[in-house]
Nanobody
Framework: VQLVESGGGSVQAGGSLRLSCAASGSVFSSMGWYRQATGKQRELVATITYGGSTSYVDSVKGRFTISRDNAKTTVYLQMNSLNPDDTAVYYC???????????????WGQGTQVTVSS
């Protein structure tokens, strides 16, 4: 299984970035984005299920949009109205589609830096 992220970078406050994560090697029931700022714990940003249901952490609602391609292999995170508090390393996560009786298995991307300057 491989998750390859792209799209991070530096932007001024109020700007936008779009992250992409291409997954291969399995079928995934849900995919999502986490982030970890320096000195802080990794936090869930947004998730999308195989059926297309989405969820977001309160701090990004109305600014970020998670989406998935029709093949269910690539997940995107459109980030608008960025502010310095969004500065972090963003990680893609994919949960493997498995039988309910089997233990959960998930995978992580390598991380991509997002830096927002004021």
């Amino acid at each position: 299984v491989q998750l390859v992220e792209s799209g991070g970078g530096s932007v001024q406050a109020g700007g936008s970035l779009r992250l992409s994560c291409a997954a291969s090697g399995s079928v995934f029931s849900s995919m999502g984005w986490y982030r970890q700022a320096t000195g802080k714990q990794r936090e869930l940003v947004a998730t999308i299920t195989y059926g297309g249901s989405t969820s977001y952490v309160d701090s990004v609602k109305g600014r970020f949009t998670i989406s998935r391609d029709n093949a269910k292999t690539t997940v995107y995170l459109q980030m608008n109205s960025l502010n310095p508090d969004d500065t972090a390393v963003y990680y893609c996560n994919a949960v493997e589609l498995r039988m309910p009786s089997m233990p959960k298995r998930d995978y992580w991307g390598q991380g991509t830096q997002v830096t927002v300057s004021s």
